[in-house]
């Protein structure tokens, strides 16, 4: 009885935090504005405007993630082969950002790759060629690999920070250079550390619009940026959480995959 | 009208306002509760303000003035106020809409008359904006202009002439195709449309499909020339001489002209109003019908109307007052500040926008999805 007393509070956080609000998402996703039953919200994915913002939501997400295991892979390998202190005062350095408000570093992103930014004053001054990079995808992208790649890199070091270095070792006595022990064990035995990566890259990217309105100018739509002038431009409430509802059926998929590949939650961050 | 603090706090206060929409008891935005609980017993005023729209001393002067202690929250947008006054969550008392969003809440019977009797301070503003607010306020019954401004060009006269193009005088030259990359709009439908509209000679508050198909395409076409669309950082941009031109609120002007000096730039940043005419936009007082301390909140729009407290204000806020007496109080440099208060004669073609109701809006906001996902 006392240790039911004692979930309590987290019952109340959920009912009241987690579970009222998606209630309510899924209420006004499925009325309209005379709070009627309709589909046509989340049916009107298939506009023109929406699908689009859509598949270049998916795309760019899907571009930062491949970009973010691409990096973390390999750092976090480093980072496990260093010795114990060493790896972790790297790890707290790649964490130590974080303590900032990620929408300042994306402020900062955009004063960096400006027109006139520091970027281009370093190149103007070396007297090589400027670039262009703000509001385009490209900048959207760099600031979704930026913001997210500790989130790949840290449930990737602590997959292989748990394996034991005699697998390894037997994987070498029995001749396997150093490619095939990469493929057949390395990572193999970090997949639930890589989806888990995966997911948390690529739902915050899919869903993100503060990163498409700092770096892309509001000249490049996503579905976030959808979703977000639909409750506070818009005054379409109705239309923002039907998208909203499709959103989440990405990020119930990216959930039932981890199911299917993290089943003893090895690959959590922290 | 405007909005400084930009989309950094729109995620927490979007998250607020939907608590507090869907019936839920959390007050809306950042609650900057001020005041003594002794001076409880003159009651209470719930005021739902702009983001820095006011001189905050002001404030504490009205609390220490009037014993009424005032409870002061700040919104991001007009479509974002509305939803909290609609379901009243919190019973605002005094809050500050603009033009057409005044219309939208008096249509839906949101407001409540003001007694002007308790408003003596309305005989300082001038008439000229009483009669501007009949657009949206038909009788002066319901709204009393608290800062009012237009919206122009704002460009670059160095970098104009590094690409050869004259200065601007109409919108039609945001559509210079020498300007690629060089010019900023703003982001938002109606004023992104406003442009696009005006510029085609057609009225601002236009509901006919064919004008707005018109104004969507030259958007469209506008699009590969435009560096960005932003909403406040039109000013620092500019500033930071990264565009040639771009579109902004008169208020903004003061600042700008003030930050060209003290960083000593070697390029002069002028304002033109655009010949087609412009946005002339108003934000006024309106006490909502379900407010608690009515008495109180006419007490407080008396006090926003006195001449010295109007100044105060204009000169934290540096959106033009609609106050006459202020205006008279400031000296003759800022008077004579054609940015900031431009002549009558230039207002020529110029209009306040309306509220076109819930179906025009909304094909509005398609449109301009399909402008950006262009």
Redesign the interface.
């Given at each position: 009885m006392s240790k039911k007393m004692l979930s309590g509070p987290y019952l109340l956080w959920m009912i009241g935090f987690i579970i009222i609000p998606l209630a309510l998402i899924v209420y006004y996703g499925l009325t309209d504005k005379n709070n009627v039953f309709t589909l046509a919200n989340v049916l009107s994915i298939a506009t023109a405007e929406h699908s689009k913002a859509l598949w270049l939501s998916l795309g760019l997400s899907f571009a930062s993630t491949l970009i973010c295991l691409v990096l973390a892979y390999p750092l976090a390998m480093i980072l496990r082969n260093r010795q114990m202190g060493q790896g972790s005062f790297i790890v707290f350095i790649f964490i130590l950002p974080m303590w900032m408000n990620f929408l300042l570093r994306t402020l900062a992103w955009q004063t960096l790759l400006e027109k006139s930014g520091v970027i281009n004053g370093i190149l103007t001054a070396l007297h090589l060629p400027t670039q262009s990079l703000i509001n385009t995808p490209g900048a959207i992208v760099l600031g979704m690999v930026y913001n997210f790649l500790p989130f790949m890199v840290l449930p990737i070091y602590n997959t292989l920070c748990k394996i034991d270095d005699n697998t390894i070792n037997a994987a070498r006595d029995l001749g396997a250079n150093f490619t095939q022990t990469l493929l057949w064990v390395w990572f193999p035995l970090s997949v639930p550390g890589v989806i888990s990566g995966i997911t948390m890259v690529f739902v915050p990217a899919l869903t993100t619009f503060v990163i498409s309105n700092l770096l892309g100018g509001s000249k490049i739509l996503l579905i976030g940026n959808v979703i977000e002038q639909e409750f506070t431009k818009g005054s379409n409430w109705h239309l923002g959480s039907g998208l909203s509802l499709v959103l989440m059926v990405f990020i119930l998929l990216s959930m039932a995959l981890i199911a299917k590949y993290d089943k003893n939650g090895e690959g959590s961050a922290f | 009208m405007k909005k400084r603090f930009f989309?950094?706090t729109?995620?927490t206060v979007?998250a607020v306002s939907?608590?507090a929409?869907?019936g839920g008891k959390a007050p809306a935005g950042d609650s900057a509760q001020s005041g003594t609980e002794s001076a409880s017993d003159s009651g209470e005023l719930y005021v739902y303000n702009w983001g820095e729209y006011i001189d905050e001393d002001v404030i504490t002067q009205f609390e220490d003035e009037t014993g009424i202690k005032v409870i002061y929250d700040l919104f991001?947008?007009n479509?974002?106020m509305?939803?909290v006054i609609e379901a009243g969550a919190v019973n605002y008392d005094v809050v500050c809409p603009s033009d057409y969003m005044i219309q939208k809440m008096r249509e839906n019977d949101m407001l409540a008359e003001i007694n002007f009797d308790n408003v003596p301070n309305i005989s300082q503003i001038d008439p000229k904006y009483m009669e501007m607010s009949k657009a949206f306020d038909p009788d002066n019954q319901y709204s009393v202009p608290y800062c009012w401004g237009t919206v122009g060009i704002l460009y670059n006269t160095k970098r104009l002439e590094e690409l050869g193009v004259d200065a601007p005088t109409s919108w039609e030259d945001l559509w210079d195709e020498r300007l690629s990359g060089e010019i900023l709009m703003q982001?938002?439908?109606r004023d992104a449309f406003m442009v696009a509209l005006k510029k085609d000679g057609y009225s601002m508050n236009t509901a006919n499909e064919t004008e707005l198909a018109q104004a969507k395409q030259d958007l469209i076409d506008q699009?590969p020339l435009?560096?960005?669309?932003?909403v406040d950082q039109v000013r620092d941009?500019m500033i930071?001489?990264?565009a040639a031109v771009g579109v902004i609120y008169s208020g903004e002007m003061l600042y700008i002209q003030e930050e060209v000096q003290n960083l000593g730039l070697d390029y002069n940043l002028e304002y033109v109003l655009p010949k087609e005419g412009t946005n002339l936009w108003v934000d006024s007082w309106v006490i909502p019908k379900n407010a608690k301390n009515k008495e109180n909140a006419e007490k407080w729009i008396d006090f926003m109307c006195r001449p010295e407290i109007a100044k105060a204000n204009f000169e934290y806020i540096t959106y033009p007052t609609p106050n006459k007496g202020a205006f008279d109080l400031l000296d003759a440099d800022m008077q004579g500040n054609k940015s900031v208060f431009p002549d009558d004669a230039d207002l020529a073609g110029s209009e306040v926008f309306t509220y076109l109701g819930?179906d025009v809006?909304?094909i509005y906001?398609?449109l301009w999805?399909?402008v950006?996902?262009n």
């Open positions: - | 989309a950094l729109m995620t979007t939907l608590l929409g869907c991001e947008t479509e974002e509305y939803p982001d938002s439908v699009k435009v560096q960005a669309y932003v941009k930071g001489g990264e819930d809006d909304s906001n398609n999805k399909e950006k996902s």
